[in-house]
């Protein structure tokens, strides 16, 4: 998760050596190992190195192969033999070093787009986010992977483009304005997130959205996309085994290609995603006879409600034979504990309770610099209730017959949830939630009402038989989590790594039959014998009870010492802001009204900052 920096000057003047150093050193907490600039004239490039793989121990960045192309690179890409297979039969490489296999990533970005210029994309895989500046062509070339798990922002001026994967990092450029983006701002009061894939909270930074590419030439500046989850992907086969040990398959590479270090941490719950995810590193990991270097990290809830998560998740790490620490985050009051900078956020971020994340990012970076995730196990098994009654309650009652007949019971998702989906339908939200206390005018101005309708209503099902989880990989929301993993986020020098939004593991699971992922059949089945029979037919188990709950004293308390910063008036109607939570208040209803006190916390810290 190294920083990455880029100027051109697309005036042709010179860039100034000292900004671009101070702008690299800016992000020197993200990349302590090493810093370096290169710059030609008009256009500079910096690095803040952190070192993750074998790879990298004596990488250096920016580099170049050939002294005319040059990148600066946040980079893990994976699939290497296969990506070296193909360089090899390339005529540019076909008398490659004997040392091509132990390229850093960087440098491995750079001999794919030697042999393949920008049509490298589809070739890459992985997390990645670069800036390449070649010579010859006078031409940048700037891409984010396929998910966007790597940021990646830009300010394109009159006079120059502003390219980095921190977003502080633009903001400090001296001709780049601060000036808020009163639509991502109003979104962020609504939503929690900006619905905009690229838009930041401001007017002149942007952000270069998942799969795509930005170019810029003497002919201008083009942003186009690269890839999107595929539509069109249909794999069949006669057994159910064959699904899984697929699966197995790319759930094993996913991982794999993510334990390129000799210690990781993995976040892990006691549900089904997180643990197959820990099973799955810790087979690879003991046949590389490195297991002693994995450690789990999981919250848990040991007096505030009931909560099951420390015997699940320690169920499974005995197992699977991995040290767990438990950190308990009972008793936590709202906004406690976010007095460092590691609570102070690029952009607005909602999370009274944010500490408890920190707390446990902390810990994780103290045992490593690599962390995995289970983030995604809810979008990519995703299991689609059918929509069309003609033609779905015979589809229910199939999907119901094929589950009882594989697992001998009834499925846990019964006969009436279905049928109350198909009449109902699914919504994301409704007008309950839309606040009382946005100021008018800026309601009116940008239309919040008919944007709120709009952004909650029903979604066309565009993917033919896995439309949920087609939509959900398409929410604005994974933008703002990838982007709270990230250093340039969370200020520790650790990165996080999702082996479930794998391309190819995604890619995949797109094109599988719906009825394979009811009840999360194919994960079930995949960690028999792997994971304790307690988790693996532990059912879907959300938090008992909202960690909010309870805190109605802490809002009060909140709302007494409440300042508004002068900005706030302009989005904030502040005479409608509730001063007291009301008996008949739920968990929603807190997190809705403190979304303000966020905000202003947020433009307090920008005004520090300053």
Request: glycine share 6%; proline share 8%; aromatic share 10%.
């Given at each position: 998760m190294s920083g990455i920096v880029g100027i051109l000057n697309v005036n042709g003047a010179t860039v100034e050596q000292e900004l671009l150093e101070r702008l690299t050193d800016l992000m020197s907490y993200r990349g302590p190992d090493a810093s370096g600039v290169w710059a030609s004239t008009a256009v500079g490039l910096g690095h803040a190195m952190l070192r993750t793989t074998a790879e990298s121990a004596r990488e250096q960045q920016p580099c170049t192969i050939d002294g005319e192309v040059w990148i600066t690179a946040d980079a893990r890409i994976d699939g290497r033999a296969d990506l070296l297979a193909e360089l090899r039969s390339t005529e540019t490489f076909a008398r490659a070093e004997p040392d091509l296999d132990s390229l850093d990533d960087a440098r491995l970005i750079l001999c794919a787009y030697h042999a393949w210029g920008e049509n490298c994309l589809s070739r890459l895989i992985g997390d990645f986010a670069f800036i390449i500046w070649d010579e010859r062509r006078r031409q940048l070339f700037c891409a984010?992977?396929?998910?966007?798990?790597?940021?990646?922002?830009?300010?394109?001026?009159?006079?120059?483009?502003?390219?980095?994967?921190?977003?502080?990092?633009?903001?400090?450029?001296?001709?780049?304005?601060?000036?808020?983006?009163?639509?991502?701002?109003?979104?962020?009061?609504?939503?929690?997130?900006?619905?905009?894939?690229e838009t930041t909270s401001f007017k002149e930074i942007r952000r270069l959205p998942p799969g795509h590419s930005l170019i810029w030439s003497a002919r201008g500046m083009q942003v186009s996309r690269y890839w999107k989850p595929p539509l069109d992907g249909r794999v069949r086969y006669r057994k159910t085994e064959d699904y899984i040990e697929h699966y197995k398959d790319l759930l094993r590479q996913a991982t794999n290609d993510r334990l390129r270090s000799d210690r990781v941490?993995?976040?892990?719950?006691?549900?089904?995603?997180?643990?197959?995810?820990?099973?799955?590193?810790?087979?690879?990991?003991?046949?590389?006879?490195?297991?002693?270097?994995?450690?789990?990290?999981?919250?848990?809830?040991?007096?505030?409600?009931?909560?099951?998560?420390?015997?699940?998740?320690?169920?499974?790490?005995?197992?699977?034979?991995?040290?767990?620490?438990?950190?308990?985050?009972?008793?936590?009051?709202?906004?406690?504990?976010?007095?460092?900078?590691?609570a102070m956020t690029p952009e607005p971020y909602h999370d009274p309770l944010l500490a408890v994340s920190i707390r446990r990012r902390r810990h994780a970076s103290s045992h490593s610099r690599v962390a995995l995730t289970g983030e995604g196990g809810d979008v990519v098994f995703r299991y689609s209730p059918p929509s069309i009654l003609s033609w779905a309650f015979g589809r229910l009652l199939l999907n119901s017959w094929r589950y009882a007949a594989h697992y001998r019971r009834v499925p846990r998702l019964g006969l009436r949830t279905g049928l109350k989906k198909l009449w109902q339908g699914e919504r994301t939200q409704d007008m309950d939630g839309y606040p009382g206390w946005l100021n008018q005018d800026l309601e009116r101005r940008l239309n919040l009402r008919e944007?709120?309708?709009?952004?909650?209503?029903?979604?066309?099902?565009?993917?033919?038989?896995?439309?949920?989880?087609?939509?959900?990989?398409?929410?604005?929301?994974?933008?703002?989590?990838?982007?709270?993993?990230?250093?340039?986020?969370?200020?520790?020098?650790?990165?996080?790594?999702?082996?479930?939004?794998?391309?190819?593991?995604?890619?995949?699971?797109?094109?599988?039959?719906?009825?394979?992922?009811?009840?999360?059949?194919?994960?079930?089945?995949?960690?028999?014998?792997?994971?304790?029979?307690?988790?693996?037919?532990?059912?879907?188990?959300?938090?008992?009870?909202?960690?909010?709950?309870?805190?109605?004293?802490?809002?009060?308390?909140?709302?007494?010492?409440?300042?508004?910063?002068?900005?706030?008036?302009?989005?904030?109607?502040?005479?409608?802001?509730?001063?007291?939570?009301?008996?008949?208040?739920?968990?929603?209803?807190?997190?809705?009204?403190?979304?303000?006190?966020?905000?202003?916390?947020?433009?307090?810290?920008?005004?520090?900052?300053?």
């Open positions: 984010c992977d396929h998910l966007g798990v790597k940021p990646f922002y830009y300010a394109a001026l009159a006079e120059c483009i502003v390219m980095s994967n921190t977003l502080n990092c633009i903001k400090a450029h001296p001709v780049v304005s601060t000036e808020l983006n009163d639509l991502a701002v109003a979104d962020f009061l609504l939503f929690d997130c900006n619905q905009e894939s941490s993995i976040f892990m719950t006691g549900g089904l995603d997180s643990t197959s995810v820990a099973a799955a590193a810790t087979q690879l990991a003991s046949g590389a006879g490195v297991q002693s270097s994995l450690k789990a990290f999981a919250t848990v809830f040991d007096k505030q409600m009931p909560d099951r998560e420390r015997h699940y998740s320690g169920l499974a790490a005995e197992a699977l034979g991995i040290p767990i620490e438990h950190l308990p985050a009972d008793g936590l009051k709202l906004f406690q504990g976010l007095d460092g900078p590691e944007r709120w309708e709009f952004v909650c209503g029903e979604r066309p099902r565009l993917h033919p038989f896995r439309p949920d989880s087609y939509s959900l990989l398409g929410l604005s929301s994974w933008r703002i989590i990838f982007e709270t993993y990230d250093p340039g986020w969370t200020r520790f020098p650790i990165e996080f790594r999702h082996p479930l939004f794998d391309t190819r593991l995604v890619t995949y699971l797109l094109s599988l039959p719906n009825e394979i992922f009811f009840d999360k059949l194919i994960t079930r089945e995949a960690m028999k014998g792997r994971l304790p029979e307690p988790v693996r037919a532990r059912p879907k188990t959300p938090l008992v009870a909202d960690p909010m709950r309870g805190q109605a004293d802490s809002f009060e308390e909140i709302m007494r010492e409440f300042i508004a910063d002068p900005r706030l008036a302009e989005y904030v109607n502040l005479s409608a802001l509730p001063r007291r939570a009301e008996p008949a208040d739920d968990c929603n209803d807190l997190w809705i009204n403190l979304r303000p006190v966020s905000f202003n916390r947020w433009l307090r810290q920008s005004a520090c900052e300053a």
